[in-house]
């Protein structure tokens, strides 16, 4: 496959013609804050191409960035898709990529509005989304206050139990009511492992944090991959402890499973032990699979 | 180095706090059309590691992007970095990187608002810029009109000719006086070569081009360098027959190598023969250097 097959291929499974320009061009909208994150998405890192088919690879490849738009709060309008391809990625592949990937936009009503394609050694794809929040309202994970509940959306540990098999679902709807309905104070989305995306929201809060029994922990998880299993893409967020939290929201149930307080920022207590933040690391990642960091970060 | 020091490295070397939240939160100006592009710069596809030193690989990274803001008359305001570092990118390499990039985002006060770091076999950097033009006012490679003049900015074969050694200059000041002063028609950067990049302007524009014997050709540079050689970085443009082109602008001399007309989308005359579409295709390069297509795109 070249660049002129390669853009053909990804035109005709996209919407909307993609290519010309040296830039796109996005109109938003009065009164809203623009949200932009990118997300890498590499072979011997994040996946190995054998164990993983051509359309999860493109799902999971838009599904961070999507997650990360959620924890925001936000709307997801826009995606880029920069590919660099090895020669084990021909057209049929690249075809299942983009199709695997634009079935999750097309059911979120992101546009795939552009991006870069190469050839190279090893695959690395990465992936930018433009959201949209109204103007001042963005989710963030230092907002949490002391006494606010910790809580998270869905089970704990279900990508790690599974072999981070699934295709990932991000939370948009839910996101989305969390910041308009339950007027939570901080949040993000759980890439990297509750114990060390808790550590960042609690540091970023500059306070401490405490967790109850009251995990909800995936059937068939053990508690290790609830804590420090990675790819769960769940939220976790804080309100007010006046908060009156539903059972569920957006399809999903909300767990009540701490408390922030004064304290060291960032240290961890579950059931009154320290909890070592540790989690998902890319630096710390190798061929043969997922490391947990011994290293807080 | 591990993903915190990284991280606390390239804020020592930026002016803003980078990073925290799962995406960077972006206000752009009412009236504003919001410009995006995403460039990768490969290890063995745009450079070899031993040729180019870390702060010319990281000014490098950026000046891809800018250009491509340049070519659609916008002014840059923020950029995002997504690198993937393979063992011999050590916390030096890293150092200089930024530093390169840095230093030029200064230059034409580009923030850089966020990014993503990991760890991989083979360097990969993914540069996203955003700008802004005023609303509706892109320069766009499809507004070329018949009889049209075709210019170009600066010399051309430069960075052939020097073995792609230079620092290239993203021309954002010429961009913004094209679209203000010269209402150029249609724009784009001179990234792939003459011959490639005036191709895909005059197919954009439905037109054919005819170019004469006025090639402002750089000093040691071969004709084969000025029409296939890729990365001059300088302007290729289309103005109304009308309009009176300045020697220079922003610095820049500015030369009329043709004009557009009536004819197959795309094709090309030098002097009265055809040119071939020969330039710089990512796909068929190889480890051992930069290789001209022989396919038309």
Request: a positive charge; charged letters at 25%.
């Given at each position: 496959v070249n660049e002129l097959e390669a853009i053909a291929r990804i035109t005709r499974r996209s919407a909307s013609p993609l290519l010309g320009d040296d830039c796109a061009i996005l109109r938003p909208r009065p009164g809203e804050d623009l949200l932009v994150t990118t997300d890498l998405l590499l072979e011997g890192?994040?996946?190995?191409p054998g164990k993983l088919s051509a359309r999860d690879c493109g799902w999971r490849a838009l599904a961070r960035g999507l997650s990360d738009i959620a924890a925001m709060g936000g709307a997801a309008r826009w995606c880029f898709v920069s590919l660099a391809l090895p020669?084990?990625?021909?057209a049929r592949w690249l075809d299942g990529f983009y199709d695997g990937l634009l079935a999750l936009a097309r059911a979120h009503r992101v546009q795939l509005a552009g991006g870069d394609l190469s050839r190279t050694a090893t695959f690395a794809c990465d992936i930018v989304v433009l959201g949209a929040v109204p103007r001042g309202k963005a989710l963030r994970r230092d907002g949490g206050r002391s006494g606010d509940l910790i809580c998270v959306s869905g089970s704990l540990g279900r990508a790690a139990a599974r072999g981070y098999r699934d295709r990932p679902e991000p939370r948009l709807a839910l996101g989305k009511l969390l910041r308009?309905?339950?007027?939570?104070?901080a949040c993000l989305d759980l890439s990297d492992g509750l114990a060390l995306d808790l550590h960042r929201l609690a540091t970023a809060s500059g306070l401490a944090a405490e967790l109850d029994a009251s995990l909800p922990i995936?059937?068939?998880?053990?508690l290790d991959q609830a804590l420090h299993?990675?790819?769960?893409?769940e939220l976790l967020f804080t309100v007010a402890p006046s908060c009156k939290l539903p059972a569920t929201l957006a399809g999903l149930p909300l767990t009540a499973i701490g408390f922030l307080r004064p304290g060291a920022p960032g240290s961890l207590l579950l059931c009154g032990q320290p909890l070592a933040p540790h989690g998902w690391d890319p630096f710390q990642a190798t061929k043969r699979g997922r490391k947990h960091t011994g290293k807080p970060l």
């Amino acid at each position: 496959v070249n660049e002129l097959e390669a853009i053909a291929r990804i035109t005709r499974r996209s919407a909307s013609p993609l290519l010309g320009d040296d830039c796109a061009i996005l109109r938003p909208r009065p009164g809203e804050d623009l949200l932009v994150t990118t997300d890498l998405l590499l072979e011997g890192v994040h996946f190995e191409p054998g164990k993983l088919s051509a359309r999860d690879c493109g799902w999971r490849a838009l599904a961070r960035g999507l997650s990360d738009i959620a924890a925001m709060g936000g709307a997801a309008r826009w995606c880029f898709v920069s590919l660099a391809l090895p020669e084990w990625a021909d057209a049929r592949w690249l075809d299942g990529f983009y199709d695997g990937l634009l079935a999750l936009a097309r059911a979120h009503r992101v546009q795939l509005a552009g991006g870069d394609l190469s050839r190279t050694a090893t695959f690395a794809c990465d992936i930018v989304v433009l959201g949209a929040v109204p103007r001042g309202k963005a989710l963030r994970r230092d907002g949490g206050r002391s006494g606010d509940l910790i809580c998270v959306s869905g089970s704990l540990g279900r990508a790690a139990a599974r072999g981070y098999r699934d295709r990932p679902e991000p939370r948009l709807a839910l996101g989305k009511l969390l910041r308009s309905r339950l007027k939570a104070t901080a949040c993000l989305d759980l890439s990297d492992g509750l114990a060390l995306d808790l550590h960042r929201l609690a540091t970023a809060s500059g306070l401490a944090a405490e967790l109850d029994a009251s995990l909800p922990i995936f059937p068939g998880a053990s508690l290790d991959q609830a804590l420090h299993g990675g790819e769960d893409y769940e939220l976790l967020f804080t309100v007010a402890p006046s908060c009156k939290l539903p059972a569920t929201l957006a399809g999903l149930p909300l767990t009540a499973i701490g408390f922030l307080r004064p304290g060291a920022p960032g240290s961890l207590l579950l059931c009154g032990q320290p909890l070592a933040p540790h989690g998902w690391d890319p630096f710390q990642a190798t061929k043969r699979g997922r490391k947990h960091t011994g290293k807080p970060l």
